[in-house]
């Protein structure tokens, strides 16, 4: 079965850090550019980050950018999203999914994990 799953969502005092991982399963993630993307009620899914399928090359939105970094471990087939200086406007579900073009446009995306909770407050 195709799947990813993310982890590591929780709950974070603004300032504070969390690491949150993809995990593919059912296909190999080397071959797709990964992007992370959220969202809050009432407001469309929002780019945050991407990273390429071969040199990996790594894009983020600015509102991110200098805070969070994205990587790949190929060998254990999952990518990672490190969240640091967290702000409570970063607070979201936030999801990663597997597409072909670099981009953070979510249209551009075919499969999509569950999403997991990321709450900043103090």
């Known amino acids: 079965q195709v799947q990813l799953v993310e982890s590591g969502g929780g709950l974070v005092q603004p300032g504070g850090s969390l690491r949150l991982s993809c995990k593919a399963s059912?296909?190999?993630?080397?071959?797709?550019?990964i992007g992370w993307f959220r969202q809050v009620p009432g407001k469309e899914r929002e780019g945050v980050s991407c990273?390429?399928?071969?040199?990996?090359?790594?894009y983020y939105a600015e509102s991110v950018k200098g805070r969070f970094t994205i990587s790949r471990d190929n060998a254990k087939n999952t990518v990672y999203l490190q969240m640091n200086s967290l702000k409570p406007e970063d607070t979201a579900v936030y999801f990663c999914?597997?597409?072909?073009?670099?981009?953070?446009?979510?249209?551009?995306?075919?499969?999509w994990g569950q999403g997991t909770q990321v709450t900043v407050s103090s």
């Open positions: 990273i390429g399928s071969t040199e990996g090359s790594t």
């Open positions: 999914a597997t597409g072909s073009l670099f981009t953070i446009v979510a249209d551009a995306y075919v499969t």
């Open positions: 059912g296909f190999n993630l080397d071959y797709y550019v």
